[in-house]
């Protein structure tokens, strides 16, 4: 079994930073995509970024050039670097990862429990 957790989150100004980490446990063999989400009151869950394996990036429009995602393989830890906060990005983040938890099964999806961040215009 893998459990994520989150952390970092909190009460910010517009125009501040938070950090937020999610960590992996449990019976891991190897870990593939990690990946951030958020979700505010009454909205649709939406995607933040990805990070690969070894290290590629994506992130949508609304966040690129602001949030900046890492990794480190070693602590099975992912990051969200999040500059430039505007109200907007008010929400609870998740952090969904791709596990194989053995070199023979099948990888598949966990989330984390998240994080609120609260930014204050």
């Known amino acids: 079994q893998v459990q994520l957790v989150e952390s970092g989150g909190g009460l910010v100004q517009a125009g501040g930073s938070l950090r937020l980490s999610c960590a992996a446990s449990?019976?891991?063999?190897?870990?593939?995509?990690m990946e951030w989400y958020r979700q505010a009151p009454g909205k649709q869950r939406e995607w933040v970024a990805t990070?690969?394996?070894?290290?590629?990036?994506n992130y949508p429009d609304s966040v690129k050039g602001r949030f900046t995602i890492s990794r480190d393989n070693a602590k099975n830890t992912a990051y969200l670097q999040m500059n430039s906060l505007q109200y907007e990005d008010t929400a609870v983040y998740l952090c969904?990862?791709?596990?194989?938890?053995?070199?023979?099964?099948?990888?598949?999806?966990?989330w984390g429990p998240g994080t609120q961040v609260t930014v204050s215009s």
């Open positions: 969904k990862a791709n596990v194989k938890s053995t070199r023979w099964s099948a990888s598949r999806d966990y």
């Open positions: 449990g019976t891991i063999f190897g870990i593939n995509n």
């Open positions: 990070i690969t394996s070894v290290g590629s990036t």
